[in-house]
């Protein structure tokens, strides 16, 4: 890159939204089996495989008014990749709070926005904790970075976008369309009548938990008990444990919306960021899994017929062209903690196993930064026949995030044993 690129309007929305309490990066967490490469082998590895990811030799640059991207000429392969600040392998079990203790520290916007923390196992493996700011890159994107940097050379795990994409080009049917926006602007700007149990004022400790569950069992089970889909799945596990959670720490169920994520990226596409969402009321009354695997499917299904996350996407646009002012208003009206609670994204990574410098990848858990009076957020990432979820939270508004992460994994055990 020779020129500064403009950052898009999606990029720059993102960057203003970190501030003394929001760290604005995302984070993997790549678990490697024994007779994984040590720091030296995995910075020759970066250093080899960057002209394939010129975006990780970005820095901003520009104005306050007009931020860009432009070449980061001090590139240094040993700030970007750093070992963990621990004098011995860690345990599997210490891995959460190492990840929670990086992920809230912030990443220097004078040099590239990205870093690798990498750890010894007790077991001979490795973890890699790698942040990446979501104004540099959203979920999408960085499945497309860790294939370009990280995996080993295979075809056959190339980035493929998700079967349930949706496209990002206007929609040919004006009518219906024009039609259900009373429908769409009902759903999505309706508040809740009850307060979060997740609404407070965040501070700057995170904690971190995550979970593991099997992708095809789960698929198919959902098929099959509801004629509902995998993401219809994630969502109701997801359903299932915050139950048992709110009825544990609170007592009573109140209403809880979730913000669903929807990329809108393109095939072959290089932005950073292009995903829309729409929003949803979660079952927490229904104690049945099957019962509330079938009430999620309902619900997403008038979503998906009514394509609600692109009418979003091109009502805000057209707000943005009559007034500013109209766009910034609805964003705030969507960003209260009475219009959703919690988001829960899923993000297809790599179909079959992938390994590092011939080190086969055991795990990879995705975590993405809570917000503004949203104090907990899941997200879901695929590997190779497992759904790995990552939990993060402040931990002064949420507290037993394993307690959380362990329902996740009994609520899908309890669907696949029905």
Not at 167 to 178: E, F, G, K, L
């Given at each position: 890159m020779t020129d500064a690129v403009p950052l898009q309007p999606e990029d720059r929305a993102i960057l203003d939204l970190e501030s003394e309490t929001i760290a604005g990066h995302t984070c993997k967490v790549i678990r490697l089996a024994p007779g994984a490469p040590g720091i030296e082998e995995l910075r020759e590895l970066v250093l080899a495989r960057l002209s394939g990811v010129p975006e990780l030799g970005w820095r901003l640059g520009g104005t306050e008014e007009e931020p860009a991207w432009v070449p980061w000429e001090g590139f240094n392969v040993e700030r970007r990749v750093r070992p963990v600040d621990v004098d011995r392998p860690l345990r599997d079990d210490e891995i959460p709070a190492e990840v929670a203790r990086l992920f809230a520290e912030r990443l220097d916007r004078e040099r590239p926005l990205w870093q690798i923390h990498h750890?010894?196992?007790?077991?001979?493996?490795?973890?890699?904790?790698?942040?990446i700011h979501h104004a540099l890159a959203d979920g999408t994107a960085c499945i497309r970075f860790a294939h370009a940097l990280l995996w080993d050379d295979d075809p056959a795990q190339a980035p493929?976008?998700?079967?349930?994409?949706?496209?990002?080009?206007?929609?040919?049917?004006?009518?219906?369309?024009?039609?259900?926006?009373?429908?769409?602007?009902?759903?999505?700007?309706g508040e809740s009548i009850r307060r979060s149990p997740?609404?407070?004022?965040?501070g700057t400790r995170r904690h971190v938990a995550l979970a593991t569950v099997p992708l095809g069992p789960l698929h198919d089970a959902a098929k099959r008990l509801a004629g509902a889909t995998l993401n219809d799945a994630v969502l109701s596990v997801v359903a299932?444990?915050?139950?048992?959670?709110?009825?544990?720490?609170?007592?009573?169920?109140?209403?809880?919306?979730v913000r669903v994520p929807v990329s809108l990226h393109h095939e072959g596409d290089a932005v950073a960021n292009r995903d829309s969402f729409f929003s949803l009321h979660l079952p927490l009354n229904e104690a049945d899994p099957v019962r509330r695997l079938s009430e999620v499917h309902?619900?997403?299904?008038?979503?998906?017929?009514?394509?609600?996350?692109?009418?979003?996407?091109?009502?805000?646009?057209?707000?943005?062209?009559?007034?500013?002012?109209?766009?910034?208003?609805?964003?705030?009206?969507?960003?209260?903690?009475?219009?959703f609670a919690v988001s829960v994204s899923n993000v297809p990574g790599p179909r079959g196993p992938v390994s590092i410098l011939g080190a086969p990848v055991v795990s990879m858990h995705?975590?993405?930064?809570?917000?503004?009076?949203?104090?907990?957020?899941?997200?879901?990432?695929?590997?190779?026949?497992?759904?790995?979820?990552?939990?993060?939270?402040?931990?002064?508004?949420?507290?037993?995030l394993e307690e959380m992460a362990a329902g996740v994994e009994a609520e899908a055990a309890e669907l696949l044993a029905t």
């Open positions: 750890a010894p196992l007790d077991d001979g493996g490795a973890v890699l904790i790698w942040r493929r976008p998700a079967a349930d994409h949706a496209a990002a080009a206007a929609h040919p049917d004006h009518v219906r369309r024009r039609t259900h926006l009373a429908a769409f602007i009902e759903r999505e700007f997740f609404d407070g004022r965040i299932g444990s915050l139950r048992g959670w709110i009825l544990h720490h609170h007592g009573s169920l109140g209403g809880v919306r309902a619900a997403t299904e008038t979503r998906k017929e009514d394509d609600d996350a692109e009418v979003r996407e091109h009502l805000l646009e057209e707000l943005r062209a009559v007034s500013p002012r109209l766009e910034r208003f609805a964003e705030r009206l969507e960003s209260s903690p009475r219009s995705t975590l993405a930064e809570i917000g503004g009076r949203h104090a907990l957020r899941v997200a879901v990432v695929s590997l190779a026949g497992n759904l790995h979820f990552g939990f993060i939270a402040d931990p002064g508004i949420v507290d037993d």
